[in-house]
Nanobody
């Protein structure tokens, strides 16, 4: 069993920054990808960013325009999402998730953390 716990969400003004964290515990794996997703009210969940096991490979959704950075600290079993220049449109519940290669399906999910950006 795997547990993912997000933290770091909150209320911030437009133009501000937040850093989300996702701590993994439970079963260990030699290789796993971590991803961040978000879901705004009334909208479908969307991909935000992902990072490979070593951190060498990252991918981002186009909408971020270089504002977000995903990283991980394997010694701490934690993945981060640094979010800068936040906009009201970034308001959503942010989820971290884990997938085991070669599967493309994210199998494990956290409970989410709320990010609210005021204008």
């Amino acid at each position: 069993q795997v547990q993912l716990v997000e933290s770091g969400g909150g209320l911030v003004q437009a133009g501000g920054s937040l850093r989300l964290s996702c701590a993994k515990s439970g079963r260990t794996f030699s290789s796993y990808f971590m991803g961040w997703f978000r879901q705004a009210p009334g909208k479908e969940r969307e991909f935000v960013a992902a990072i490979s096991s070593s951190g060498a490979i990252t991918s981002y959704a186009d909408f971020m325009k270089g504002r977000f950075t995903i990283s991980r600290d394997n010694a701490k079993n934690t993945v981060y999402l640094q979010m800068n220049s936040l906009e009201p449109g970034d308001t959503a519940v942010y989820y971290c998730a884990m997938r085991l290669p070669p599967s493309s399906r994210y199998e494990y999910w956290g409970q989410g953390t709320q990010v609210t950006v005021s204008s």
